[in-house]
């Protein structure tokens, strides 16, 4: 998790020069803008793929901020959500991941007593999985495959097996 957190914030940094990017910051002293807040918002339940990981879909709010004062604010922070929202789809962040999806982005009181921002929320998501894989990517990769149809099956029945080809399974 923290990787992907620096991860992001470091690809924001790099893609937007001109953001000031934190985590979990909060708005109670003056913050250099337009600014942007990223915050792990929940983990879902993924889809097991068998490697005994636990699968989880992380939900992102990022949040982007500029001061009212900016001129042309309103369209300004709208131009800077649609660009920050095409960067966010799609991108890996360099991490063993899916692709993040965006969810959508919406106006946002995040801090509604300061009045002093504009604000969006930008959300998206991306699938993950934590821990260490269960498959170590050893042993002897199959060449043959071969079925056989129960009871008919197991070593002495070997003889009796036939192989799969072009992905085609034996008929009875």
């Not at 620096?6 to 109670?28: H, W």
């Not at 063993?96 to 946002?108: I, K, L, Q």
């Amino acid at each position: 998790m923290q990787a992907a957190h620096e991860a992001i914030q470091e690809g924001l940094r790099q893609a937007f020069p001109v953001l000031s990017v934190m985590a979990y910051e909060s708005l109670k002293e003056r913050v250099a803008c337009p600014a942007a807040f990223l915050n792990l918002a929940a983990l879902e339940p993924g889809d097991d793929v068998g490697t005994e990981q636990l699968a989880v879909r992380i939900r992102w709010e990022l949040h982007l901020v500029m001061h009212f004062k900016a001129a042309n604010v309103n369209l300004e922070i709208c131009a800077l959500v649609g660009a920050v929202s095409k960067w966010l789809h799609g991108n890996r962040f360099g991490l063993p991941a899916h692709p993040a999806e965006f969810v959508g982005a919406y106006p946002d009181e995040w801090k509604p007593e300061q009045r002093a921002y504009e604000e969006w929320r930008i959300e998206f998501e991306q699938r993950v999985y934590l821990g260490a894989s269960a498959w170590t990517d050893e042993g002897v990769i199959p060449q043959t495959v071969l079925v056989s149809w129960s009871p008919r099956v197991g070593v002495d029945y070997k003889p009796e097996y036939t192989e799969v080809t072009d992905a085609e399974l034996p008929t009875v």
